[in-house]
C-alpha cells in the first residue's frame, strides 16, 4: 500500500476546516472510552502484517496538555508493548508543550483532520473526542469521510463526546472497511455495488453510550451528551429520538432493579430494549462497564437513516 504523504490541515477535500478546541480536559475524562477500546476490537491493536506494522492510533485534537494522549498511550499498550501513538493538534502552542513528553513510540505532531501522517506511516486508530462538538451538524459526516478515507482498510474511527470528567460518553465506532458492502456510505450518500466514489466507503458500525456507574446511572444524562451527527437529530420521527425514547422507558419499567445497584438496573434496562426489538449488545461484560451498544444504527442524514424515519412516522 502507498504510504500516507503529510498534508495541509485545510487542503482535504470535503474536510471541514480546522479550528482549535477549548483545550479544557481532566486527567483519565476518557478512561471509559479508551477501556470500551480495548474490548471492541483487540486484534485492530496488534495486527503487524504488511502496512501494520507501523500503523498509528491518532487522538485527534488532545488539548492544551497532552495528558490524555499518554493516558491512551499506556492503555492501548495493555495490548501491544510498542504500538505507536500520534498526538495531533491544529494550536501549534500545544504542540510545542507537548514535545517533552515524547519518547521511543509516542509522538506529538502539529496537524488537523488532514492528519501530519510520514512517509511509511499508515493509521489503524482515529480517536475524536470533543472535537466535533463545537461544529455545525453538517460538519460531521463530511469530517468521518476525511478521516476514513486516511485510515487503513479495516481501520477504525471512535467519534464522540464526553462530560468534563467523563463520567458520561458517547462515540460513534465508524470502520473504513476492508470491502465495502452495499450499505457502506461515502460523502453522505449510501453506496450501493460494494463499491464507493469519492472518498473512503465506511460503515457505521455502533453508537455507544457509556455511564460511569460507580456515580449512579441517570438515563436522561445520555441525551445531552450525543455526538454531533445525532444529538441535533432529538426530534420526533428520528431513529435516535426513537432510541433514546424506548432507553427512558425500559430504565422507568425496570427501576426497581436499583435496588440491587447501578450496574443491576443498568444490565435490567438493556436487557428490557433489546426485548423491545432494539438492536443492543447484551455482553455481561460490557454492561456491568456501563457500555450500551446500540449496533449498526442508521446514519443521519442519508437515505438509509430517511427510510428509517418513514418507518417510524
Given amino acids: 500500500m502507498d504510504a500516507i504523504r503529510p498534508a495541509s490541515p485545510r487542503s482535504g477535500r470535503g474536510l471541514p476546516a480546522d479550528q482549535a478546541t477549548r483545550g479544557k480536559t481532566a486527567c483519565n475524562r476518557l478512561r471509559g472510552s479508551d477501556h470500551f477500546l480495548l474490548h471492541y476490537d483487540p486484534a485492530l491493536l496488534t495486527r503487524r502484517a504488511g502496512p501494520w506494522a507501523r500503523a498509528l492510533c491518532v487522538d485527534l485534537g488532545f488539548g492544551a496538555t497532552p495528558h490524555t494522549t499518554l493516558e491512551w498511550a499506556r492503555r492501548l499498550r495493555s495490548r501491544r508493548r510498542d504500538l505507536p501513538v500520534l498526538g495531533v493538534e491544529v494550536d501549534p502552542e500545544r504542540v510545542a508543550r507537548a514535545q517533552p513528553h515524547r519518547d521511543a513510540h509516542t509522538d506529538f505532531r502539529h496537524g488537523g483532520f488532514a492528519l501530519p501522517v510520514h512517509r511509511g506511516e499508515s493509521v489503524r486508530l482515529i480517536r475524536a473526542f470533543n472535537v466535533l462538538r463545537q461544529y455545525e451538524e453538517e460538519a460531521a459526516l463530511p469530517a468521518w469521510d476525511g478521516l476514513c478515507a486516511q485510515l487503513l482498510p479495516g481501520g477504525l474511527l471512535l467519534e464522540g ?22 450499505d457502506a456510505v461515502s460523502a453522505g450518500v449510501v453506496v450501493g455495488g460494494g463499491a464507493a466514489t469519492g472518498a473512503a466507503a465506511w460503515h457505521l458500525e455502533a ?36 432510541f433514546l425514547a424506548g432507553l427512558k422507558r425500559a430504565a422507568a419499567a425496570t427501576r426497581a432493579h436499583a435496588v440491587w445497584g447501578p450496574r443491576s438496573w ?24 456501563g457500555w450500551l451498544v446500540w449496533r449498526r444504527p442508521p446514519v443521519p442524514g442519508t437515505a438509509a437513516g430517511a427510510e428509517d424515519r418513514g418507518r417510524a412516522a
Avoid at 170 to 178: G, L
Avoid at 268 to 277: F, R, S, V
Fill in 266 to 289: 443498568f444490565a435490567a434496562t438493556a436487557a428490557h430494549l433489546a426485548a423491545a426489538g432494539h438492536d443492543v449488545a447484551l455482553h455481561g461484560r460490557w454492561l456491568r462497564r
Fill in 207 to 242: 453508537l455507544v453510550l457509556g455511564v460511569n456507574l460507580r456515580v449512579g446511572f441517570d438515563p436522561e444524562a445520555l441525551q445531552t451528551r450525543l455526538p454531533k451527527a445525532f444529538i441535533h437529530r432529538m426530534v420526533p420521527g428520528e431513529p435516535v429520538f426513537g
Fill in 161 to 182: 463526546t464526553s462530560d468534563p470528567l467523563g463520567r458520561v460518553w458517547s462515540a460513534c465506532v465508524v470502520r473504513r472497511p476492508a470491502e465495502p458492502g452495499p
